[in-house]
Nanobody, 124 residues
Framework: QVQLVESGGGLVQAGGSLRLSCAAS????????MGWFRQAPGKEREFVSG????????YYADSVKGRFTISRDNAKNTVYLQMNSLKTEDTAVYFC?????????????????WGQGTQVTVSS
């Protein structure tokens, strides 16, 4: 198991940027594939982005492709989500997640470790 703690959320105007961080405990961070999901009020949790164990493989939902960038620093046990050109529809609680399985990054049931989430609010 790995403990995940997100940070970096907040209130930003449309068109602005935020960088989310997810710090992981333990010494086996590099054995986990990581993902970011989000959940808006009244909606289901949806995949945002994923990154492979090495960091070389990255995956994005169509809705954020070209605006968000995921990265990881295995030496710091941290995964990041750089969010640019934010839109009001990006408003949600953002969750960091980790798994050691193999499969598509956008499947939430693949992930067995979740953070508590960080709120991102984009105002118009």
């Amino acid at each position: 198991q790995v403990q995940l703690v997100e940070s970096g959320g907040g209130l930003v105007q449309a068109g602005g940027s935020l960088r989310l961080s997810c710090a992981a405990s333990g010494r086996t961070f590099s054995s986990y594939a990581m993902g970011w999901f989000r959940q808006a009020p009244g909606k289901e949790r949806e995949f945002v982005s994923g990154v492979s164990r090495s960091g070389f493989g990255t995956y994005y939902a169509d809705s954020v492709k070209g605006r968000f960038t995921i990265s990881r620093d295995n030496a710091k046990n941290t995964v990041y989500l750089q969010m640019n050109s934010l839109k009001t529809e990006d408003t949600a609680v953002y969750f960091c997640a980790a798994h050691t399985s193999f499969g598509r990054a956008d499947i939430p049931t693949l992930y067995n470790n979740w953070g508590q989430g960080t709120q991102v609010t984009v105002s118009s």
